[in-house]
C-alpha cells in the first residue's frame, strides 16, 4: 500500500470517527411562564379531539376544543401543527386529554408547537396558570353548562317526548283496536 492510500484512509478514519452521532431534539431550558407568554403567539387550555397526519410530511395537526385563550384568536375551535416525532421535537399529544399549549406562528402562518415549549398536560401546569389567572382578556368556554353535550342531551329529550307520546296515544288505541279485533274476529266466524 502506498503512502498516499495510506494517508487518505486514515484521514477518512479520523473524519468518520471525529463526526459526532445524530443529536435528537435537543432544547434550551424553558422560559418561565411570564416570557413564555410574552413569546408565543397564542396560548389556550383545551382537549385534543382529533389528531391527523399532515400537512407536510412528519408533522401532524391537533384539533384542540378550548375551554380557554389566554392569547391569541379567541377561537374555541383551533388547529396545532407538531413535528410527528420526539426526534425532531414533536410535542405528543393524546386524544382526549387536556392540555395547556403555548404556540408560535410557524413559517406558514400557522400555529405549531413543540418539546421546547411550556405546552404541557393540564395536570401539570400549576405554576404556568398560577400565572395566566393574572392576565386580563382571557376568552373562557361556559363551565358545567354541558356545551360539547348540548346536541346529544337534547336528542335524549326528543326521543323521552317521543316514547311517551308514542306510548300514550297507543294506550288510546288499545281500546278501539280490541274493538276492532272483537268485531273482526266475530265477522269472520
Not at 14 to 24: E, Y
Not at 42 to 54: R, S
Not at 106 to 131: H, K, M, S, V, W
Not at 147 to 152: E, K, R
Request: charged fraction near 20%.
Amino acid at each position: 500500500m502506498n503512502n498516499k492510500t495510506f494517508i487518505s484512509m486514515l484521514a477518512a478514519l479520523v473524519m468518520i470517527a471525529a463526526a459526532s452521532p445524530a443529536q435528537p431534539c435537543s432544547c434550551v431550558p424553558t422560559p418561565p411562564p411570564a416570557q413564555a407568554f410574552e413569546q408565543a403567539e397564542a396560548v389556550l387550555t383545551g382537549m385534543v379531539i382529533d389528531i391527523q397526519e399532515g400537512p407536510a410530511s412528519y408533522s401532524l395537526t391537533v384539533r384542540i376544543s378550548a375551554s380557554e385563550v389566554w392569547k391569541g384568536k379567541k377561537d374555541l375551535t383551533t388547529e396545532i401543527i407538531t413535528a410527528s416525532n420526539s426526534a425532531m421535537c414533536g410535542f405528543y399529544f393524546q386524544k382526549g386529554k387536556t392540555y395547556l399549549i403555548y404556540a408560535y406562528e410557524n413559517p406558514e402562518g400557522r400555529l405549531a408547537t413543540n418539546n421546547c415549549t411550556r405546552t404541557r398536560l393540564i395536570d401539570r401546569a400549576g405554576e404556568d396558570l398560577a400565572f395566566l389567572t393574572t392576565q386580563p382578556g382571557v376568552t373562557r368556554r361556559a363551565r358545567g353548562c354541558g356545551c360539547d353535550n348540548i346536541l346529544a342531551s337534547d336528542i335524549y329529550l326528543f326521543a323521552g317526548v317521543f316514547v311517551c307520546l308514542f306510548r300514550q296515544r297507543a294506550s288510546r288505541k288499545l281500546p278501539c283496536c280490541k274493538h276492532l279485533v272483537k268485531h273482526n274476529h266475530e265477522v269472520k266466524h
